[in-house]
Every structure is written in C-alpha cells, then in structure tokens.
C-alpha cells in the first residue's frame, strides 16, 4: 500500500502502520461486510510527509500553523470530491460539500493493549475541502496535545514510533446512536450484548452528557433480557450552519420514550455478533441509525476491561462429573 | 439484608383465625412454641396452598421425615440438615437447619463423599432398582384388601387354621396403608437431592461464567423434552387425533359431561369401540396423573375424575377439526436445547471450562429422568392410590356411622382414624356399638368449618427475622426465594399495579385474568385468559393449551409449569408471592415472561 490516501475498501486489519488502528478497523469491518459511512483514510505516510519536513518541530501549536504538502492537499481533496460526487442525488448535487467527520486514527490508538479512546481529536460535520483540510491538520496536530503526549510517556511509547492515520468519511445524520458493548460492561458476562442509545449523534452518549437507554440482549436466546429507558433530556445534532455540532434539548415527547425500537435492537445485536465473530473476541462498537432505519457502525475495537480479567476465573475439570457436586455441597465451591 | 427493613410477623404473633382458637387440627409437634419466633419461617404456599384437611397432613410429614432422613443420617449432606415445619391456620411453615461449624461440615463432608459418591457411580443401577420398588410397592397398595367385619368370620380362619381374626386385619392393613405412603415418600427423596445437587452446581457454575444468565435459560439447557409427566397429555391429543380419524368425533360437544361422552360412544359400535380400547389402554397407567400434585386428598387422579381430561379432549378435538397439529414438537425443541448449551459451551473463555462443562451438563442430563419421572409415580400415581385406598376406610367407618360420608375420614388425623379402627375393631369383638358415632360427628363438622374459616386468612410469605442471607441452595432452587423476593413480598400487597416474581418462559403477552385457587376451578378457565393460580401443578398442562399465559404465587425456573410453559411457548412468571391476592379475575394484565414483571393495566 502506498501513496496518501487508500479507500476503506482495500484496508485490512494489517495496515494499521499505515492507516492508524481506527482505519484499520473500518477498513476491516468494511471487508467482513458490516455498514460503514463510506470514507478514505489519509495514511501515516502523508503525516509523516507533512511532520518529517525540514524545520518543522513536533509541537502542537507549530503544526496546526505549519502547511500541508501540496501532493497530500490534492490527493485528499480529489477524493473528497469523489466522495461528494458518489454522495450526488443524496446529498445537495454537484455541491462538493458533503458533510463528513474527520477523525484521527493513531497507529497506537484502539489497540486491544492500549485504550487510547478520546485522546485524539475527532471533527464531526465538516463541510468543503478547505474545512476538510484544516480539519486534517489539527487532527495531526493533536497527537502532540499535552494529555496525549504524557499518555504516551505513562505507556513508554516512543515519540517518533506513533504516527497518525486520519479517517475521513461521510457523516451520518442519526436519528439516535450510541456504544454496544458484545459483553457485559457491568458484569462481564459474554453471553449478552449490551446496547446504550440515544437520540441525536453518538456523541452525547460517548461524552458522557446524557444517561442513554440500556437494552441487554441475550445473544444465544435473543431474547431482550433487560431495558432501561431513561430521561434522555439533550442530544447532539449537527449545527444549523450545516458545520460543527450543537446541543438542544430532546423534544418532550420523546425523551422517555425507547431511543431504538425492537428491531433496531435486534439488528444491532446481530451486528454486534457478527464482528465479534469475525475478530475473534469481545468488542466495544460505535454505532449510529439513520432516520431511515439504516445502522452504520462507527467504529469498533477489542473491549479491554474484562478480557483482561478472564484468565483468574479459570476452573478445572475433575476426575470424575459429580466430584463438582460433592465440593459444591460441601461448601468448597472453585 | 437489614431485619428492620422487613416486616414479617413473629411466630408468637400470629393469632388463631377469629372463631377457631378453640380447635386443634394438628399434632403438637406442629405447633409453633416460644422457641420457634428466633428462628425464620417459609410459607410453603407451593404444595400447601391452601389449609390442610387433618388427613393430610400426612403429605408434610412423610416428605419431611424422609427428605430430613436423607440430609442428616444417610447422605450427611454437609451443609443443611433436614427440614423443621410448623402448621398454623391450616398453613404449612417450614426452616431448614442449616450446618454452620466447619468442622462439622468436613465431617460430614468426608461421609458424604463415600455415600453420594457410591450413589453417582451407580445411578443407572439403582435407578433401575428404584423402578422396581416403585412397581412392588404400586403392587403392595393395590393389594390391601379392607376386611369387611361380617358377622360371622371367614370359615378359612377355622379351617386353614389360621388364628387370625379379621378385627387384626382391619388394623394391619390401615397400618400397612400408611407405611405405604410413608414408603413412597422414603423413595422420592432418594434420589432426589443429589439430583438437584447436579443442578445446582451446574447453575452455580453457569451463574460465574454469565453473570446475567438467567434460571430459565440455565432450565432450559437441562431439561429434557420426552418425559413421563408429558406423556398423559399427550395420550389425549393421541386419543383426539383418534376420535376423529374414527369418525367418532361427534360425541365430543363441548359442554358435555365424561360420562355423557362416554354412553354416546357405548351406545355406538365399530369404530366407537376401537376408540373406547385405545381409552381403556391409555388409562392405565396415564390417567394416574392427578389433577393435583399428590398433597390434598382431594387432588383426584384423572381416572377418578375424567372431567379435565375430557374437556381438554374437547378442546382438542375441535383443534384437529380445524387442522390444528397437536404433536410437541419435540424435536425442534431439543434441537433448541442443544444449539443453547452449545453456544453457551462456544462462549466460554478456555478449554478446561468447556470441560468443566460438559462434566456437568453431563451428569444434570444423567440425573434428570428420575427428577422429572419420579413425580408421575410418587406425587401422582402413588398419592392418589393411597388416598383412594383410605376412602375404602372411611366407607366401612361410615357404614358404621362414625360420620356421614365417606370423605369426612380426610377430617381425621391419620392416628385418628388408627384409633377409630380399633374402636370399631373393639366393638365388632364385644358385640356392642362402637363409640365413635358418638365421637366423630361433632368433630368433624367442628373441622369443616374451621378449614373455611381458616381458607379466608391470608398467610404471611414469612414468619420471623429475617437472615442476613439465604444461602441454602436446595430451598432455593425449590422455593425460587432469594434476599430480593423476600425483601419484595414484605412490601404491603396493596401498592403500585406491578408484581415481580421469575420470568419463567420468555415472551409479552396481555389478556384478561382468570384467578384460579384451587384445582376444582380449574375447569372454569376459558379459551385465551391469563391463569392467575397460587401454584400450578404438573396435569395442568392440557389447560395450557388454551391459556394466554401462567401467573403464579409461589415456583421456581425449575418447577414443572415453568417446564410446560416454555414447552407450549406461554410467556410465564412464577414466584410472585402475591398475584392471587393482587389480581381479581376479570382484570386485564400484561405479562412479562422476561424480565418477571406482572403489570395489572385496569
């Protein structure tokens, strides 16, 4: 894989040196055949062009003032407009100011090890390729933000061994979105998938703003084996200039009423099952759906917590069956 | 659990109903003394829903003898010994003695692993000599011939040289007749623990893998799907399939009583006599089954009362007429069974707990024939052929006017009616009248009317402080009580229109109420209503064709109507404590085999 942008499309799991860990794993889920919002990714070649360059220092403020390499502004924006004109007769014709998230995707972000979740920055609702590319350099600017740079050092990661990929893709308009964990996130029970959804973008719920509906839903039985409709008083939704996103209160309505109906819950269970199946382990994924019912997955990376923990619980087999009765009745339970 | 949360009453403060404090049904060993308020008290609404008949109190006798045996002095059960009870307005209590000292639990634990240990080694083989002593013993009760006192003795005495009386065989055989119930109860329990131990250990394992798993998916794993107590209803779907290849279909009107049904299709010939051979065949042994579970002596036995199973085959009938398929679909549903355990197993995080288990799914499906199965034979056959056996008793104290009418011999503790028997085998020696018309009369109606009296309390879930926690794994998987449903029925019952108990078999349904007290309603339930019971028992399940969904007061995940509920895919709550009182018939609800929940909608 070379050059300065690649399609979600022709990404695997593999190109993370490349496309960041974000990328990666949309290009991924791309491939297994789960619905993202289309997009490219600007890879970690074009970051290192834009930050290796003569007299250019690692610092955030420095970067965020410094140019971009000619070579990288035109391959992004030539397929930003590709992207405007695939969007054409959805979006506003021949515009070429598709609404998209510019996202970043470090190398060390979202490994399973290492949980990097907000650390870097994330633009949601941008418009035009000149917003796009500024979007682009604050992004890579960001990998040298304070927060980010002391995370590093509390992990002993190398400075220069991090680069950063950034995701540009179309933005979903949701009509309500939110995280979907495929184990318990209270208890770590791997038999559930647990679903918190909201109105508006997922970004109300990731952020901690507003307390979402809570569907747990068994994933052999399907059955919903818990919900939770809370008060949802607020949700994020896109500004009304069309670039940026504000907050408004939930029409009263609907604030206590099911953000997701049943067979949104059960679609985004099955979802939920089928990328946990294909990377081999329990995943905490962001999701949104559309107005009309159509659910895209976000993003969606190795769940950390509890994986981690399932190695103490172990219990052995015995040399005979009931040898597990007569411990358990005799109050010598593993 | 904080005590002075709760409110259940003390022992000492539960008064007599108003209007029977002069009467004692009950032996003294049942009675709650001062000593009794320190210790916690289960209501066991689940086989005692409603006040017992002196008589019958024998069905919490034998069971405790025998379940207490097993615990303390055969097995040695480690952790919790036998079971005290208690009887108060006609209402069973009960406590487990729980083991508390290490050293002792390792004391015994060394003895039970030799003993329940031998038992798991050797299952098949004495499950197969269980079967046998089953079938001996059905023998030994059917035999038990009641001596009929005629004037002058059988000349066989004299001649045979016999020496025997026939006033000795009066006494003998009422004493053989209630060892044979008190046998039957010996042999129930023994298996039965260490079936349910296979359970427990396996839900305990299960609840540490998945946290949130819930009993009934845990059940559904363990259940198996061709097993006895299915088997009566299904004979009737067999015999309503019959019916109507025969062309004899049309004497099944509903409305129409069993034995109208029964002289229609005699009166025919042909292919209603082939009908009326496949009846008589399936009722033997299958209209065994009681209506009841085998505690009350009025819980008849199907072929005692044919009026439920013939209205179901009503039912049924007309299901086959429209072209309904009758059939369990018996394979789907262990299909079913099968794919659950297997991605459960498929979800565990290593090799050794996949093997871990397989052990113990293993030996559940080892031990679950006998759990399941022993009910037909113990609690159905069994039961209901001892209490018919002490009707013949009470005719013979009738016919000599001890009372009015054969079943007010359910009025007399069991030593009661041994003490009736020797006052009539006294007085068919001396040639004088017997006491007892004196006696009895009096006594009896004194009875009846403190068991309707008693029928209209309302008995407390509990008695006494409650426990920091419940930890007795055996109460709980019966009872289906935890700290949480204790803490949720010493709420008052009157407030807020929902009521929690265990989601038994999943689903959301709404319909109108039909509560259901005891099993002599049960015929009045009508197509598409919500059963509202305080316990169902396991010959309900043709009434669960035609019901909506099952509420119940008392039942755990594992209990026979959970099984049947899931079988016929009826969302079901069990254990709710209150539904019978809460909910009047007629009332609409909405009910929530999930998540447990009962919301009443009027």
């Known amino acids: ?334 | 659990m904080d005590t002075q949360t709760t409110n259940f009453p003390l022992p000492s403060e539960v008064r007599a109903a108003p209007g029977t404090e002069q009467t004692e049904l009950y032996p003294y060993f049942t009675r709650f003394g001062p000593e009794d308020d320190g210790r916690f008290w289960f209501y066991n609404g689940m086989h005692f829903p409603e006040p017992i008949p002196a008589f019958d109190a024998i069905t919490a006798e034998a069971p405790y003898m025998s379940l207490g045996a097993y615990n303390t002095r055969v097995f040695a059960v480690p952790t919790v010994l036998g079971i005290d009870h208690r009887i108060v307005n006609g209402r069973v209590y009960i406590i487990a003695v729980p083991v508390t000292d290490p050293a002792e639990i390792d004391r015994r634990l060394a003895v039970f692993q030799e003993r329940a240990g031998y038992y798991f080694t050797n299952w098949d083989r004495l499950y197969a000599q269980w079967n046998g002593k089953i079938q001996a013993l059905l023998g030994d009760i059917a035999a038990i011939e009641v001596p009929a006192l005629p004037e002058f003795d059988d000349a066989r005495v004299v001649t045979a040289g016999e020496g025997i009386a026939q006033n000795f065989y009066l006494i003998e055989r009422f004493h053989t007749c209630v060892e044979a119930m008190l046998k039957m109860w010996q042999y129930h329990f023994e298996f039965l623990v260490l079936g349910y131990g296979a359970y427990l250990t396996f839900f305990d394992f299960c609840k540490k893998a998945f946290p949130e798993i819930s009993v009934q998916t845990m059940a559904r794993m363990v259940a198996g799907v061709d097993t006895l107590m299915m088997r009566p209803d299904d004979e009737l779907k067999k015999l309503a399939v019959l019916a109507v290849e025969q062309g004899v279909d049309g004497a099944f009107v509903r409305g129409r009583s069993a034995a109208d049904i029964l002289s229609d299709l005699g009166s025919r010939n042909g292919s209603a006599r082939l009908w009326l051979e496949a009846f008589a065949k399936a009722r033997e042994p299958w209209f065994n089954i009681s209506t009841g579970d085998g505690f009350y002596h009025h819980h008849r036995a199907w072929n005692d009362d044919l009026s439920l199973p013939f209205s179901a085959m009503v039912d049924y009938v007309a299901d086959v007429r429209a072209g309904k398929s009758l059939a369990r679909p018996t394979e789907r549903l262990k299909d079913e069974r099968e794919r659950i355990a297997a991605e459960y197993r498929a979800l565990l995080p290593s090799d050794d707990e996949r093997a871990v288990f397989d052990q113990m799914l293993g030996l559940c499906h080892l031990v679950f024939p006998y759990v399941e199965d022993h009910k037909f034979y113990c609690e159905n056959w069994i039961a209901t052929a001892f209490f018919n056996k002490v009707r013949e008793f009470g005719a013979l104290l009738a016919r000599h006017g001890f009372f009015a009418d054969t079943e007010d011999v359910f009025q007399l503790h069991h030593t009661e009616v041994s003490l009736a028997l020797s006052d009539l085998a006294l007085a068919w020696a001396s040639g004088s009248p017997p006491r007892g018309p004196g006696h009895w009369p009096a006594i009896v109606a004194e009875r009846k009317r403190v068991l309707a009296v008693y029928a209209d309390w309302a008995p407390p879930p509990a008695l006494g402080p409650v426990p920091e926690n419940i930890s007795d794994p055996l109460l709980l998987m019966l009872w289906g009580i935890t700290s949480e449903q204790l803490q949720a029925w010493s709420e008052p019952p009157g407030t807020g229109n929902t009521l929690r108990g265990f989601g038994a078999s999943p689903g959301i349904v709404e319909g109108v109420a039909h509560v259901v007290r005891s099993v002599d309603e049960i015929s009045t339930i009508r197509e598409g209503e919500i059963l509202v019971c305080p316990v169902t028992a396991p010959s309900w399940a043709p009434i669960f064709g035609k019901i909506k969904a099952a509420v119940s007061d008392i039942g755990g995940a594992m209990s026979h109507a959970a099984i049947v509920a899931r079988e016929y895919g009826l969302p079901a709550v069990v254990g709710t404590g209150h539904a019978t009182k809460r909910i009047v018939t007629g009332q609409r609800l909405r009910v929530d085999g999930t998540s447990g929940v009962v919301t009443i909608l009027d």
């Open chain 1, 1 to 334: 894989m070379g050059g300065h942008i690649v399609w979600f499309d022709a990404v695997a799991i593999g190109d993370r040196p490349q496309v960041g860990g974000k990328g990666a794993s949309l290009g991924e889920l791309c491939r297994a055949g789960i619905e993202v919002p289309p997009g490219f990714i600007v890879t970690t070649d074009a970051f290192r062009d834009f930050v290796d360059r003569e007299g250019t220092r690692r610092e955030r403020e420095a970067l965020e003032a410094a140019a971009i390499p000619e070579t990288v502004a035109s391959a992004v924006t030539r397929a930003y407009e590709a992207l405007c004109d695939e969007a054409d007769g959805e979006a506003s014709a021949g515009a070429r100011d598709l609404p998209v998230a510019v996202r970043s995707s470090a190398t060390s972000e979202d490994a399973a090890d290492a949980s990097f979740a907000g650390l870097q920055d994330t633009y949601l609702w941008v418009r035009g390729s000149a917003d796009v590319l500024a979007a682009l350099r604050r992004c890579w600017a960001s990998l040298y933000s304070e927060p980010a740079v002391a995370y590093r050092e509390r992990l002993a990661l190398q400075d220069d061994g991090v680069a950063m990929g950034v995701v540009i893709q179309r933005m979903v308009n949701p009509r309500a979105a939110g995280v979907m964990f495929t184990r318990s996130p209270q208890s770590g029970d791997p038999s559930v998938v647990a679903i918190c959804a909201s109105y508006g973008l997922g970004s109300a719920v990731v952020g901690g703003e507003v307390t979402p509906d809570e569907f747990v839903v068994n994933k052999v039985t399907g059955l919903v084996q818990k919900t939770t409709i809370s008060d949802k008083a607020l949700r994020h939704v896109p500004s009304d200039d069309g670039s940026g996103t504000r907050e408004e209160p939930v029409p009263e309505e609907l604030r206590s009423q099911p953000a997701l109906g049943a067979d949104e819950v059960r679609a985004l269970t099955e979802i939920g099952r089928r990328i946990e199946k294909h990377y081999g382990c329990a995943q905490d994924i962001e999701w949104a759906v559309d107005a009309g019912g159509r659910i895209f997955v976000l993003q969606s990376r190795p769940e950390t917590v509890w994986s981690a923990r399932d190695r103490a619980t172990a219990a052995t087999p015995k040399a005979k069956s009931f040898d597990h009765v007569l411990s358990f009745f005799g109050n010598k339970r593993e």
